[in-house]
């Protein structure tokens, strides 16, 4: 039997409606329910080409015994990323503010108020990896939850006081110095990899900022800049990080020649890319930009 998530029309959502976990998507319903029962709601974000995210789905969520454990301690939500960026952006820097770091997919428990008080990323269905498993970590905190709920509340204030702090910081006004561009420039040509583009080694991402900034930067006739670009920009675009048979970018390189990619296309991604290598064309008349 299909659960509430049948009737949404995420594809990421609708992966998930035959679990016998009793999903909510985000909204109302699933929030009052946490606060008439007084349960904690566990929140899993992702988006449908995240590998890890299928695998913990197939791992935990498919398995009876792990939903059982999930509906009667929990208010689940299942939430898509690329639908709900600003929830994902909220929680994840929650995350990243307990753990030090974060990814997806991405498991957040939170109090009836919405307030995280413990989260990761992918759990295993049995210890390994030097993670607890998913189940182990169910029941610590359904207990914790239970015999120290004031603990528990006062640790998602916490938390839900400090996060935002870099969404609050007001930019400057102030242009930037020269000394400061050719600061981050000389800090980019000594990551920059000669042989095969790009800047520091495996896993390569297709930093579009960077690039950008290296336009603007080959326009004033930065030393060294045009051949940062070319390289970076040629040996992405001839790569297996570019979908040769259909088009775009996946998300990184697994090896620093590109060559392999981490098989996910992110739209935000390719978006940016759009725009370098546009401009690219337009400063270098190089057909393959082009193209």
Excluded at 5 to 20: F, G, M, V, W
Excluded at 230 to 245: E, I
């Amino acid at each position: 039997m299909a659960n509430r998530l049948a009737e949404e029309i995420s594809p990421y959502l609708l992966q998930h409606k035959d679990n016998p976990v009793d999903w909510y998507p985000w909204g109302p319903e699933a929030l009052t329910r946490a606060k008439t029962e007084g349960k904690p709601i566990l929140l899993s974000v992702g988006y449908a080409a995240c590998h890890w995210c299928h695998v913990m789905e197939r791992e935990s969520f498919e398995d009876d015994e792990t939903a059982e454990l999930m509906n009667r301690e929990f208010v689940c939500i299942k939430v898509d990323r690329e639908e709900r960026p600003d929830i994902d952006a909220i929680y994840m820097e929650a995350v990243q503010a307990m753990t030090g770091h974060g990814g997806w997919p991405m498991t957040v428990f939170l109090d009836p108020e919405a307030r995280p008080f413990y989260g990761g990323t992918y759990y295993p269905p049995e210890d390994r990896y030097g993670m607890p498993s998913f189940r182990k970590v169910l029941t610590a905190v359904a207990s914790a939850w239970k015999e120290r709920r004031s603990e528990v509340e006062e640790q998602g204030q916490f938390l839900t006081e400090r996060i935002g702090v870099a969404a609050r910081i007001q930019p400057s006004s102030e242009p930037a110095e020269v000394d400061d561009l050719e600061t981050a420039l000389a800090r980019l040509r000594s990551l920059f990899d000669s042989a095969h583009g790009g800047f520091g080694g495996a896993p390569k991402f297709p930093q579009a900022p960077v690039l950008e900034f290296l336009l603007r930067m080959q326009r004033r006739g930065g030393d060294g800049v045009e051949e940062m670009l070319m390289t970076t920009l040629m040996r992405m675009a001839g790569g297996g990080m570019f979908d040769q048979l259909r088009g775009g970018f996946h998300r990184y390189s697994v090896d620093r020649e590109w060559v392999v990619p981490h098989f996910e296309k992110m739209l935000y991604d390719n978006a940016l890319l759009l725009r370098v290598y546009t401009r690219a064309w337009q400063a270098f008349n190089e057909p393959r930009f082009k193209e």
